[in-house]
Structures are given as structure tokens and as C-alpha cells.
T-cell receptor
Framework: NAGVTQTPKFQVLKTGQSMTLQCAQD?????MSWYRQDPGMGLRLIHY???????DQGEVPNGYNVSRSTTEDFPLRLLSAAPSQTSVYFC?????????????FGPGTRLLVL | DQQVKQNSPSLSVQEGRISILNCDYT??????FLWYKKYPAEGPTFLIS???IKDKNEDGRFTVFLNKSAKHLSLHIVPSQPGDSAVYFC??????????WGAGTKLIIKP
């Protein structure tokens, strides 16, 4: 199993550009999430999905879109990048919604918006 | 308003000694707490958890203690090993799916 994979590892964007961060998992997990991590702060939830076709907003959803057409993939779209979106983005998956279920994280995508 | 706080950005401990990482929370509705470990250029990995109905949970060299009255939890690593050098995140959950994360503590184990 590859676990949770994310591409790209690093990306530089100009303000106003759009892009999609890819996330895939091969563990047949129902739940998937996107977090961002900023210096001096904990991970903050952007969007999450409880299954294919179902998504919901987390703590900091503005400026981001998600979709979940398959169980395996959960892409995160930046519609019009802003410098405030410079961050490290982590995708995670877990088997179900129970809080005792372990989340498995991808290696992260480091995004720099100029 | 940070609901989960890790007040020590970094901690340096001699190899073989005990490492104690602390975490404070403000929301009394949190009923499940987790510790994750993160190496550079990798995602966080689950380490240990504790439910609010317990005050201690142990897994090998790792023990988490929960003091609900003080809204405080701590992670003890005994004995500390060089491979334990990493950033440790505390996270908390209430009845919702979402986890609230602390800012992390960078643990450095000195040989």
C-alpha cells in the first residue's frame, strides 16, 4: 500500500493563479480531509469528506474548493491564489468517522504564493 | 483563540532521560485527545491517544496523562532515544469529527 499520496511536493504560484493539489489514498478509507499548517499554529481543517459525493467545510474553507468523485481521490482547488494561502497542505484519510480512528497523513505539499 | 495550546515551541533532552511534553486546552467539551509525531518533510503519524474517561494510557515507552480538572495533558517518553527527535502535536476532539490541533513542540534528543 502506498498509503496517502500528495502531488506536487512543492509549488510556486503567482497571485491570482489557480491550481489543484492532488490527494489519493489506496486504503479504501471513507473519510478524507485537507489541512493547512502555518508557522506557530496547529493544523487547521480546510474541507473534509465523509464519502464519495459528500463534502463539507472545515475551519478555514474560504478560497478553496473540493470534490470527491471517487473514494480514492480528494483534490483541493485554489481558485485564485493569494499570498495568505502560502502554507504547507496536508491530506489525511481515515477508515470511518469515529474519533478513535487513526488519521493517516500524506507527506504534504509546500505552496508559496508570490 | 487557541483551544489547544502547546506552550513550549521546543524542548531539548539528553538521550536516555525522560521527555515530558505538555498540552493545555480550554474547551471542557473535549473528550478525546491524541498525540501525533512529525518528522521533517513527512506528514504527522499517530502516536497515542486517551479518552476523557481515563487519566492514563501507556504504550511501550510512551505514556499520556490527562488531568481533566486542570485541562492539561502530558506525553512522557521514557527512555528518550535519538529517533524520538521530531515535532509532537497534541490534538483534541469533542462530539464532532473535527480535531483541534496545538502548534506543536519540537523535541531534540541530544546524544
Amino acid at each position: 500500500n502506498a498509503g496517502v499520496t500528495q502531488t506536487p511536493k512543492f509549488q510556486v504560484l503567482k497571485t491570482g493563479q489557480s491550481m489543484t493539489l492532488q490527494c489519493a489514498q489506496d486504503m479504501n478509507h471513507e473519510y478524507m480531509s485537507w489541512y493547512r499548517q502555518d508557522p506557530g499554529m496547529g493544523l487547521r481543517l480546510i474541507h473534509y469528506s465523509v464519502g464519495a459525493g459528500i463534502t463539507d467545510q472545515g475551519e478555514v474553507p474560504n478560497g478553496y474548493n473540493v470534490s470527491r468523485s471517487t473514494t480514492e481521490d480528494f483534490p483541493l482547488r485554489l481558485l485564485s491564489a493569494a499570498p495568505s494561502q502560502t502554507s504547507v497542505y496536508f491530506c489525511a484519510s481515515q477508515n470511518s468517522g469515529g474519533k478513535q480512528e487513526t488519521q493517516y497523513f500524506g507527506p504534504g505539499t509546500r505552496l508559496l504564493v508570490l | 483563540d487557541q483551544q489547544v495550546k502547546q506552550n513550549s515551541p521546543s524542548l531539548s533532552v539528553q538521550e536516555g532521560r525522560i521527555s515530558i511534553l505538555n498540552c493545555d486546552y480550554t474547551n471542557s467539551m473535549f473528550d478525546y485527545f491524541l498525540w501525533y509525531k512529525k518528522y521533517p518533510a513527512e506528514g504527522p503519524t499517530f502516536l497515542i491517544s486517551i479518552s476523557s474517561i481515563k487519566d492514563k494510557n501507556e504504550d511501550g515507552r510512551f505514556t499520556v496523562f490527562l488531568n481533566k480538572s486542570a485541562k492539561h495533558l502530558s506525553l512522557h517518553i521514557v527512555p528518550s532515544q535519538p529517533g524520538d527527535s521530531a515535532v509532537y502535536f497534541c490534538a483534541a476532539s469533542d462530539s464532532n469529527y473535527q480535531l483541534i490541533w496545538g502548534a506543536g513542540t519540537k523535541l531534540i534528543i541530544k546524544p
